[in-house]
């Protein structure tokens, strides 16, 4: 159960588009298509952004979308505004157990 | 509208017990895989346990053995005993549900967490 890789910290301005990554294993990303993205803002509990690699949960604006390819997955944030300044973990399926990211500061410059 | 509201959280003492509750409402509680999720203090998030609504039970193996999440569907609940805690322990635990049946991996509704302290 170790943690997927994410980068520390990830940064655009408002308008552009970001792609953070998710690399795992065979075990985990690259075994199942069951990766989530989940958005935190300092305090708050953390919501859910992308679930099963590209679905959205309903409420979730089309500017997130998600992805994966071989053992990495990748969540893509467009038209970046301010308010999506927060951290953003991944999460996957490992079977029979869940491992997470180490989490990526997103920063609107 | 859906609701989890956590409690049980303090400070104990290492080596010792507390069971956490995760009280459930707004939504039909025994159709969902329910979750525990922990955060230590600046750190990230940390996947702790899940049990599926047909109480299909997992761990995560830190802590394996020392842990028990379970449900009761007549009370809309979901709990967690811990037990033999170490200061490693401490975080905020997350009691989340699941929007799929797949067990932990896409948590839809979160509650606002509880804050479980293990210090002498």
């Known amino acids: 159960q170790s943690a997927l890789t994410q980068p520390p910290s990830a940064s655009g301005s408002p308008g552009q588009s970001v792609t953070i990554s998710c690399t795992g294993t065979?075990?985990?990303?690259?075994?199942?298509?069951?990766v989530s993205w989940y958005q935190q803002h300092p305090g708050k509990a953390p919501k859910l952004m992308i679930y099963?690699?590209?679905k959205r949960p309903s409420g979730v604006p089309d500017r997130f979308s998600g992805s994966k390819s071989g053992n990495t997955a990748s969540l893509t944030v467009s038209g970046l505004q301010a308010e999506d300044e927060a951290d953003y973990y991944c999460s996957s399926y490992a079977g029979s157990s869940v491992v997470f990211g180490g989490g990526t500061k997103l920063t609107v410059l | 509208e859906v609701q989890l509201v956590e409690s049980g959280g303090g400070l104990v003492k290492p080596g010792g017990s507390l069971r956490l509750s995760c009280a459930a409402s707004?939504?039909?509680?025994?159709?969902?895989?329910m979750n525990w999720v922990r955060q230590a203090p600046g750190k990230g998030l940390e996947w702790v346990s899940s049990i599926t609504s047909r109480s299909y039970i997992y761990y995560a193996d830190s802590v394996k053995g020392r842990f028990t999440i379970s449900r009761d569907n007549a009370k809309n609940s979901l709990y967690l005993q811990m037990s033999s805690l170490r200061a490693e322990d401490t975080a905020v635990y997350y009691c989340?549900?699941?929007?799929?049946?797949?067990?932990?991996?896409?948590?839809?509704?979160w509650g606002q967490g509880t804050l479980v302290t293990v210090s002498s």
């Open positions: 989340a549900r699941d929007i799929i049946a797949v067990a932990g991996t896409s948590l839809d509704y």
């Open positions: 099963e690699v590209s």
């Open positions: 065979s075990s985990d990303v690259g075994g199942y298509n069951y």
């Open positions: 707004g939504f039909t509680f025994s159709n969902y895989s």
